[in-house]
């Protein structure tokens, strides 16, 4: 009878580990947060000039819409128009993003954001062209810079309202819903549109959420 060999012994965990264990169990957040780090340094060190050129190009305004409109929806979703804003941004990925995609998973929480960003940005551009062409607003909203994260967070934001515990439920979604219908009822840009759009797709994603409520993030 041959000899078993002796188990080796369990390693210590690397200090790195609860990183990359944080990292892993939310990958498209953080992905998405590392292209975002990227095109934010290209905007940095961009001169003013090329500057004005990427955030046009990358927009998904009326004349990037109609020129390349699948090129334009993609690439709106990884530019921020200010670069002072990233560490605001991380924060909101994290308390956000980060928890609907562990809660959900990778696929239904894209699912939710991808919906929003493109439903939201092509209504909202489609008001842009109705008051462009009734002469409600200047002709050169064609070319408006539209780019950023704001419409898939506004969606992570209304479906997170389900996966809280029932104490909070209530207070955190009339809390969010105040927070973009105030800006919506005040001032009525087309941005502010694009969010109510975005939160109430969030919401009418409810059903994804069915037995998510109960993972351990959320019974605290």
């Not at 060999?5 to 957040?29: F, K």
């Not at 334009?72 to 609907?100: C, D, G, K, Q, T």
Request: charged share 15%.
């Amino acid at each position: 009878m041959t000899e078993q060999p002796a188990p080796a012994p369990e390693r210590s965990p690397e200090p790195s580990r609860p990183v990359r264990s944080w990292v892993r169990s939310a990958p498209g957040t953080h992905v998405w947060l590392l292209i975002i780090f990227c095109t934010s340094l290209v905007i940095v060190f961009a001169t003013d000039p090329y500057e004005t050129y990427l955030l046009h190009r990358n927009s998904s305004n009326l004349v990037q819409l109609n020129e390349r409109p699948v090129r334009a929806l993609l690439l709106s979703a990884f530019w921020i128009e200010n670069p002072s804003s990233l560490p605001l941004y991380v924060v909101l990925f994290e308390l956000i993003h980060a928890r609907v995609e562990r809660a959900l998973g990778t696929l239904r929480w894209l699912i939710v954001v991808a919906t929003a960003h493109i439903a939201a940005t092509l209504i909202s551009q489609k008001a842009v062209l109705y008051r462009i062409q009734h002469h409600d607003a200047p002709r050169h909203l064609i070319h408006v810079v539209d780019i950023g994260v704001s419409y898939g967070l506004a969606a992570s934001a209304g479906i997170l309202t389900y996966l809280l515990p029932g104490r909070w439920k209530f207070a955190y979604a009339v809390a969010v819903i105040a927070f973009f219908a105030i800006p919506l009822a005040a001032d009525a840009t087309f941005t502010d549109l694009g969010h109510a759009i975005a939160l109430t797709i969030g919401f009418a994603f409810w059903p994804l959420t069915r037995g998510r409520a109960r993972h351990p993030e959320y019974r605290r």
